[in-house]
Structure formats: C-alpha cells, structure tokens
C-alpha cells in the first residue's frame, strides 16, 4: 500500500482526523521536524485501538505523541503512522477527591478543573504544558513534586493490543521516567488522588507558580523545556551556564540567556542546529565538570 492508500484505508475506519505528510513543525513546541507520513488524531479510544492494530497489521512503525512539547523530531520527519493523543480525545471528569482525565487533555486545564473543584495536590503542574499521557509517561515536575505524587491508576493498551490497568507501583515511576515507553504502553486514561482544600488558595498557588515560570523560563520563543536531565545531586542549567554556554549559538537555535538548560528557536532552526549545540554543549560540561549530561528531551524520526 503506498501513503495515499493507507490514508484512505485508515480513513474509513478512525472518526478522527488523518492527514498524510503533515509537518510536525506544527506539532511539536520547539517548531521543528520533517513530515510525519501520516498522522492520526483520534477522537475516541476506539480510534487508537483501531490504528495502533493497523499498524501492526501493515507492519508499519508507530510513534505515540500528546502535546509534543518534550520531542525533538529530526529533518528527515516521522516513517510510518504518529497517533497524536491530543484535542480530540481530552475529556475530564471530577468525582470525589479523584479527577479521571484522557490521555490528551492538557495538564494545565486538569490543574484548573482541579483548583474549581477545591482539590489541591496538582499546583505544582499549572504551567507544564503537557497532555496527560506525556505527563504521566515522562513523570513530568517540578517544584520538588512530580505525576508520581498524584497518579492513582491508568489505564492502558499493552504492546499486544490488550486492556491493562497499571496501579502506580507498576508504572516505574523515576525522575522524568517510567516503563511506559519500554513496555510499549499507550496511555488512555489517568486517575489523579488529590485532596480537599480552599479553591482560592489552589488557584493563588497555581497563579503563583506560573509567574515563577513567566520569570525563569523564555516563554517568549519555541522551545521544549529543559533539554538535559538533572545529574544527581546537581542542577543540568547550572553546569551548562558555567561551562560558558549560555547565548552559544548554530543557525537559529540558541542556548537561552535567561535558562541555560533551555535551547530556543529564535525563527529557523532545524533539528540538526539543536543536536549540533547539543553535542557542544555535552563536551563542553564534560572537559569543565567530568559530567555527562543525559538528554531529558526524547529524540524521534529520521
Ligand atoms: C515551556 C516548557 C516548560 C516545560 N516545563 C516542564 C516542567 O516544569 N517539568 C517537566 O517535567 N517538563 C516540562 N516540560 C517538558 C514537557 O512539557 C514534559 O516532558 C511533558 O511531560 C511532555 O508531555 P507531552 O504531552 O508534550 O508529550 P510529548 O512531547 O508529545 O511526548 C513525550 C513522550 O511521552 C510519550 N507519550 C505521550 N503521550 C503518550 C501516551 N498517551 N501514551 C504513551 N506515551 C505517551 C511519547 O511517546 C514521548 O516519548 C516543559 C516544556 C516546555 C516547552
């Protein structure tokens, strides 16, 4: 079957939308990335039952994304299909202390579902701008809390296309990491247990953490957060400006003067500019601190 077949095929089978060469510059937070030669966005969990079998069936590569605010996808774009978990399928419900949300609903609108419904536990989170499902599978933080602190359940499709429900204890939950990738898990739906408290207090918090965002982070370019995960003990943002690294540039991507863990793409950048000043950025907090930097970003295509 060649691209227009497939895109017709899968076409009479998801409700969703499908689009074949679709740019993932528009689908991804640092504005960068080849065509994705198809890609599906699902309306239902039917849809992503649906296509994830049909890949398997065609024996074509699947790629699993949400808000594409944690990817970095190279110039050459995305072979096979990309199952983008986003708009469509982004439902939230509150019942008692636990919020139910799908996977693509988007982290800061769960935190204001969370803070009107007098349930605090998620302030941390306000301003990660990430879906469901790349929150849970990233353990995405910050101010020293992460998913693992509020996850209760999720549920789950297996690699073999099979219903799972993960407690949290069997989701791996590590800093910026679970098994979710290395099981080949995709994400539906997550519980989150929060508890009681003042809907005036939640939202103050919540505003208070954005504003500290608004001050640290440049929220003014495309970027897709910290590039690099905190080694141990010590803080990635701090190693990279003192290597001498802040404002080093290649073509238009540029480590941020304001957060140096941060590389932001000042118009044009490609993929290869960011993994170029990447490369540079490791060898230069190696040969300075004898420190190897792991990427926190996930690398995607080709
Ligand atoms: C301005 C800015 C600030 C940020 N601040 C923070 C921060 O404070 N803390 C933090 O932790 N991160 C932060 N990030 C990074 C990013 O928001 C998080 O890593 C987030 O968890 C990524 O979610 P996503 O939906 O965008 O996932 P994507 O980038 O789309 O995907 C990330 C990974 O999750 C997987 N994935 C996505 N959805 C599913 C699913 N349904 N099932 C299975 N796997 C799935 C993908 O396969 C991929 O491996 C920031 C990013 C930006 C741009």
Redesign the pocket.
């Known amino acids: 079957m060649d691209l227009q077949d497939i895109t017709q095929c899968l076409g009479k089978l998801v409700q969703g939308e499908i689009i074949s060469q679709e740019s993932m510059k528009k689908h991804t937070?640092w504005q960068v990335g080849g065509p994705a030669d198809i890609m599906v966005l699902p309306s239902c969990i039917e849809d992503i039952r649906i296509t994830r079998q049909f890949a398997v069936e065609q024996g074509l590569p699947l790629?699993?994304?949400?808000?594409?605010?944690?990817?970095l996808v190279r110039d050459g774009g995305i072979r096979g299909i990309v199952l983008k978990?986003s708009r469509g399928f982004n439902e939230i419900k509150v019942k008692g202390t636990v919020i139910t949300a799908e996977?693509g609903a988007l982290i800061p609108n769960v935190s204001v579902r969370a803070a009107r419904a007098g349930l605090t536990g998620m302030e941390f989170a306000a301003?990660?701008?990430?879906?469901v499902?790349?929150?849970v599978?990233?353990n995405?933080?910050?101010h020293g809390k992460?998913m693992a602190d509020i996850v209760l359940r999720v549920a789950?499709l297996t690699g073999d296309g099979n219903d799972i429900l993960l407690g949290k204890e069997d989701i791996g939950f590590n800093y910026?990491k679970s098994c979710?990738?290395s099981k080949n898990?995709?994400?539906l739906t997550a519980d989150f247990d929060l508890k009681r408290g003042e809907p005036e207090e939640i939202m103050s918090a919540n505003k208070i953490n954005l504003e500290k965002?608004r001050r640290s982070?440049p929220?003014e370019y495309p970027?897709?957060?910290?590039v690099f995960a905190n080694p141990p003990g010590q803080w990635a943002g701090w190693l990279i400006e003192n290597a001498g690294c802040k404002g080093m540039r290649i073509g238009d991507a540029m480590v941020s003067e304001k957060h140096a863990n941060f590389i932001v793409n000042l118009g044009m950048a490609k993929a290869e500019d960011i993994l170029e000043l990447i490369t540079r950025i490791k060898n230069l907090v190696m040969q300075k601190y004898n420190v190897e930097l792991e990427l926190?970003i996930?690398v995607a295509g080709e």
Do not use: C, D, K, Y
Not at 63 to 71: A, F, H, K, L, R
Not at 223 to 226: L, R
């Open positions: 937070s790629t699993v994304m949400g808000n594409g605010s944690n990817m978990i996977a301003g990660i701008p990430a879906s499902g790349g929150a599978a990233m995405a933080g910050a992460s789950a910026r979710i990738a898990f995709v994400i965002r982070q929220l970027t897709a957060g910290s926190e996930r």
